[in-house]
Structure formats: C-alpha cells, structure tokens
C-alpha cells in the first residue's frame, strides 16, 4: 500500500498526522497492536510545478528539509511527518498543457496534446508507483479485512472516549506556523515584487493610480501564492488572508505617503526649475523689439514652460492637479512676462526718446547757419521744410520698431513740438543776425547821411526850404538803401525798429542842420540883434510879465531884423533867428526869469488871451 497525496490533499493527512500523533501510549498499552496506526509510504505530488534548488537539490530532499523545520517534540507524543511515514518522497509533474483551450479543461487534451515533459514526468510516476505498492502488514503479514475494520472500531472509540480531543489544538499550531510562514513569504514576495517594480522608475515618484495598480496587482499575485501556499486550509487561508491583507495595507500604507511626499517635492522643483529656465529665456530676449512679436514670444515660451512641467509631472498627479500646477507655474510666469513687457515697453521709449533726438540734430544740421549770415524768409523757408522732412524720415526709420506702441503718436507729436521750438530758434537766430547786420547798416547811413549834409557837401547859411530839399532827398536815398539791402527781412520786428532807428537818426541830424543853418543866419545878422538887444535893456523895466517881455523882446528883434539884407528872408527863418537868439542870451534869459511868478503867470495869461483876440 502507499499513499499518494496531491498537493490538496495535504490538510487531510495532516490531520491524520495530528491523529497519530495524539494516541496516547499509556491508553492503547494493553492489547492494542501500534503497527495498525502506522502508515504507507508517502509520495507528495505536485503539478503544474517547476522549480530550480541550490546546490542540484532533489525534490526529495527539498520536502525532507522541509518536513524537519516543522517538528515539535514532547514526552507523550511527536509532531514529525519523517516519523508518521515510513518513507517520503516527492514528485513534480509539469504542465500538462501550454494552451488556455486545453488548461481550463484538460479531459479534452488527448495524448498527443500533452507537454512531452508532463508526459514524461507522468510514466515516471506510474512506475514508481508500481516498484513501490505494499499491502498494509500486521505481524510482517498483509492485513485482512476484518482487521481493518476492528482498526476502524478503534479510532472510532478513541474519538467517543475523549482521547481525541486535543488533536484539533495541535493542528492549529501547525497551521498557524504554516499560516505564519506563508504570510511572511507572501508578504516578503510582495515587497519584492512591488520594489522590482518600482525600480523601473529609478527611485523616482510615480502617479498615484500606477502605484495602486501596482500595488493591486502585486497584491494580487501574492494572495494567489497565498493560496497556493495554504490551499486546501481553508479556515487557515482566511485568517492567513487578513493578516496578510492588514501587513500589505501598512507596507502599501507607508510606500503611499512617500510616493506622495516625493511628488510634492518633484511638483515643487520642477515648477522652480522650469520658473527659472523661462525666467533665463525671458532674459536672454533682445529687447526693444515689436511689441506683437514680443506677445508671440512670450506666449510661446509660457507655453513651453507649461509643456517642460507638464512632461515631467504630467504622469504623476491626476489632471485637476496638473491644471491647479499649471494655473500656479501661469501665474508665476506672468509676473515675468509683465516684467519683460515693461521693460520692453521703457526699452522702445528708450529708442523713439533717441530716435527724436536724432531727427532734432537732422533737423538742426539742416538748417544750420555755417556763414552766419542773415537768410532770406524764402530761404528760410525752404531749409526749415527740408530740415523737417529729413527730421521726420529719420524719426521714421529710426522707430519703426516702436510704430504699434501706444506712446507712439505722443512721441511723434513731442517730435513736431521740439521741431517747432527749433524752428522758432532758427528764426530768433535769424533775427539776431538781421539784427546785427541792420544795425550795422544804419550806423553806415547815418554816417553817410551825416556826411552828405554837413557844411563841407551843404554850405550854411542857405536857404531853408533848399535845405529841407536836400536834406530830405538825402534821407530817401539812405532809406531806400536800407529797404534794398534788408527788404527781404521786413517780417522781423528788428527790421521795422532799425528803420526807425534810421528815420529817427537822420531826423535828428535834420533837426540839428536847421539849427545850424540858423546859426549860421544868426551870425550874418549879428549887428541888428545886438542893436535889439541895447533897446531891449532900455526898455525892458516897462513890462512887468514874462509873457509882456518875451513879446517886447521879439518885437524889437524882429523890427531890427526888417531893414537891410535880412528883409527879404521868410519870416519863419526870423523868428527862427529871433528865438535862437533870446534863448542863447544869458542876459536875455535873466530878464525873462526875473518876471516868473504865480502873479505874472495869471496877468500873462490874459496878456496872451488878448493877444488872441487882436491877431483875429
């Protein structure tokens, strides 16, 4: 006899192990053979099994060393497989098949479907089961069958009487070591296998949903070896479960935490390295450019900011995280990019402030005076338009980046302003030179004026209205001489003033010539007026008012002044003549001043009223 047993059919002789093991000697010492609870050979056979051992170990030797390490011996029984059999061996059988069609129901495989190493691993087992068949002995003779049924009768009055009773404690402390072992196994192997995984990643996080697919999937394989490990156990395999479910959930529990605590870590540097790699590109951007490419520029490095950070963590974290990352690593560049739009913006000012600047200095070369010279308004005219043409092409081409900004056409009009500051700078130069010139000429024609009547060209004394004549049409050449040379600059106020500057010098070298001319008549009648004057100091007592004595004296100046030579001269040049003559008379005018006083000038005043009405 020999007894096979499958992989699950070993809890059963398990528990007839417990059973054997628990007879107690000192009950079954009288009249009771031990050989009847003595058991066959034991062969363990395991399919659907392949397995590499250390050191070329036989599957033999491999379940004797396992069968050692789960012994536990005591004065009144031993828990020692070795010991139940009289001999143990081992066998492993192969895949029967390598197709699903044939694996889930394997009476339809025919022979030929068959592996040829389960094939073969199968004739070697039904060989070994034909060397090795015994029949079960009593007393070194094969049992009968009535025996067999007495040894039946035992157990079942062994069980009635009570010796039984602690066989269901040992088992339990076989399968907990067994349902200790295989939770440290299955647990060992899910750590393992969960690491193994997880190295793929090179120590890096991984996304939350990977790692519990992995973990569910690893979790799985390792309560399938649990089953297998305990199959058959079932009150075993549901305790062995929970514990090892209860292990797996801290394991899983603790690796979760810090897989998170690592993808918060990942999310923080990568959004400060990719915050400082825009914020480098941003620097590295030559500004001042357009500010249309500028937005184009930026938008797309925001955007590539988005898609390095999204590339790197995008596989992490779920997509509500990725956009609330994405909208912080936004804000943040957005501060960058408001920064890199100011300074573009200054930038521009920058180049229309020195784009202005230079059409100022066109404009300034343009119309820049090297002769120093007074200019013609035509003149003018004409460079100031150039000079402003050039001005504004330069401005132009000079800013033609800055041309969509806003601050553009304020700058453009602060450009015509600084233009026309310029141009009435240019005009004001312009001026001081007419200016200069026009002095200059006026002092030439006062002295030209000055030397064309003086007494070598007009001899004095002459008559009046000839000398008038002469010194009038003298004054009209001056005048028109000085039209002639500045007429072109009559729009400046400098113009008209040296014109009358001019008028007003040649009327005063008139006004002196006449006096002069007088003079000169004074002179030529030099006899009478002294005369006049002898009659005047004689007579002079009589006349009590200044106005009385002033008449008196012209009177007699002018009676003295009608005989003679002088007769015929106009009347004007005598009282000309007679009034020169009183008042560059010291004597005379001490006369006159003697009678001044609040009385004379009252009785003078109705003197010269009734003068009034005797001339009418």
Known sequence: MRCLVFYKGLPVCLQLFALRSQMSKAKWMDDFNHDLLSFPPLIWVVQDFVQQTDDGETSQEWLHRLMTTHTRDNDDYDI??????????????????????????????????????????????????????????????????????GLLQILVDAANDGSLSQIPSRWAVFSQQLEDT?????????????????QRYAGEPVNAELLQGLHEAVK???????????LGLKD???????????????????????????????????????????????????LAMRSSELQVLLSRVVEDAVVKLTSVVGQLIADDMLQTQIKLLQSSVKKLRDSVTLKNSKALEEVMSAAASNAVEKFKQGTYNKEH??????????????????????????????????????????????????????????????????????????????????????????????????????????????????????????????????????????QRRKQENVEAYTHEVEVPLKMAKQVIYISAGKYSTEFSVYQFMRDVCLINLNEGKPEQWPASLKHDIIKHFIQSDDELQKIIQSRQGLWSTVVGFFQWLVSLFRRA
Request: hydrophobic share 35%; net charge negative.
């Open 373 to 510: 010279q007074p200019r013609s308004q035509s003149m003018i005219t004409r460079l100031i338009s150039n000079g402003r043409a050039d001005a504004v092409k330069v401005y132009v081409e000079e800013s033609e980046l800055a041309e969509e900004e806003a601050s553009y056409e304020a700058y453009t009009a602060l450009l015509m302003h600084r233009i026309e500051e310029e141009e009435k700078l240019v005009h004001k130069q312009n001026e001081e030179l007419v200016k200069r010139v026009a002095k200059s000429k006026v002092e030439d024609l006062l002295e030209r004026f000055r030397a064309k009547t003086d007494s070598s060209h007009l001899p004095l004394p002459r008559n009046d209205s000839d000398l008038v004549s002469r010194m009038s049409e003298e004054a009209e050449k001056c005048e028109q001489s000085y039209v002639e040379m500045l007429g072109d600059f009559s729009i400046y106020q400098t113009y008209t003033d040296h014109l009358k500057q001019l008028k007003t010098g040649m009327l005063a070298t008139c």
């Open 80 to 149: 020692s497989l070795l010991s139940i059999f009289k001999h143990v061996d081992c066998h492993t059988l192969f895949l029967p098949a390598t197709t699903k069609h044939l694996l889930s129901d394997l009476s339809r495989a025919k022979e030929e479907d068959l592996t040829l190493d389960y094939r073969r691993e199968r004739d070697s087992l039904i060989q070994k089961l034909r060397v090795g068949l015994v029949p079960k002995e009593k007393n070194e003779r094969p049992i009968t069958g009535p025996e067999l049924a």
């Open 236 to 286: 075993t395999m549901v305790t062995a479960a929970e514990a090892l479910s209860r292990e797996i959930f801290t394991k899983y529990h603790f690796l979760h935490e810090m897989n998170e605590k690592r993808i918060k870590l990942k999310l923080t540097e990568s959004q400060h390295r990719v915050e400082l790699e825009t914020e480098e590109t941003l620097g590295s951007l030559p």
């Open 220 to 230: 799985e394989k390792a309560e399938k070896l649990l089953e297998h490990l305990l």
């Open 182 to 198: 295989a939770t440290e196994d299955c647990l060992a192997f899910y750590e393992a296998e969960l690491n193994a995984q997880l």
